[in-house]
């Protein structure tokens, strides 16, 4: 007589075990090199800093290095993640800045949180928005990602520039003005001029910089609070 079949629970196969585990352990590893490469790209610039360099920065081999990802990949991955300030991972970018401030209802609290926003994205990204500008004049993956993210602020402007219409802080038929000059205004360049080459405080920037947009506004309609 044959032995009677146990049917228990399913077997497990250990790759199934393994592979959240490996999943971990890559985007670990992933994180460390952007955050190496991050730190020495900020420092050295973009032609100075090595795979090689990474690698010992992130405590990782220059082949997982390679794996990550070229050289300007790994900028552009870096400039992402240290911009948004989430740390999430191969995310093109959090939900702008901009959408946070203005789904607050009270105005100059709106205006507050996103000019906050801002000035620390700046903060922590400046070294490596220098890098980026400096490989776009020569690398082709830069320069589209430098493109793509000057497209995207633009277009958060035009967001700001609406949601300023219609709480009747600025009149409809300036908006495209303005949105220009809000874009120079709150941009990586501006921040560049003022703290990284004048040697502004970034708490001075931060009021430099609402103390411009009021004003700014306060030209274009008499109904705008200024403080």
């Known amino acids: 007589m044959d032995a009677p079949i146990v049917r228990g629970e399913p077997e497990m196969s250990p790759r199934?075990?393994?592979?959240?585990?490996r999943k971990a352990e890559a985007a670990r590893t992933r994180a460390a090199i952007l955050d190496a490469a991050a730190a020495l790209f900020s420092r050295d610039g973009y032609a100075a800093t090595t795979m090689k360099g990474i690698a010992v920065e992130a405590g990782v081999s220059v082949q997982s290095v390679h794996l990550a990802g070229s050289k300007s990949t790994l900028l552009v991955a870096a400039?992402?993640?240290?911009?948004s300030g989430a740390g999430v991972l191969d995310s093109p970018a959090q939900p702008?800045?901009?959408i946070a401030a203005l789904?607050?209802?009270?105005?100059?609290e709106a205006i507050s949180v996103w000019?906050?926003?801002i000035a620390r994205a700046h903060e922590r990204s400046a070294g490596l928005a220098r890098a980026m500008a400096i490989?776009?004049?020569t690398d082709a993956v830069a320069a589209a990602a430098l493109a793509a993210f000057d497209a995207r602020r633009h277009g958060d402007i035009r967001v700001a520039s609406t949601w300023l219409v219609e709480r009747g802080l600025l009149p409809a038929e300036d908006a495209d003005e303005v949105a220009d000059e809000l874009s120079y205004?709150?941009?990586p360049e501006t921040y560049a001029f003022l703290v990284t080459r004048s040697g502004w405080a970034p708490s001075r920037y931060r009021a430099w910089l609402e103390?411009?947009?009021r004003d700014l506004l306060a030209r274009r309609t008499t109904d705008v609070p200024v403080s």
């Open 115 to 117: 000019l906050d926003g």
């Open 96 to 98: 702008p800045l901009i």
């Open 79 to 83: 400039f992402e993640r240290t911009f």
């Open 103 to 108: 789904e607050r209802l009270e105005v100059d």
């Open 16 to 21: 199934r075990y393994a592979s959240p585990l």
């Open 211 to 213: 103390r411009t947009l």
């Open 185 to 187: 205004l709150v941009g």
């Open 135 to 137: 490989a776009a004049e």
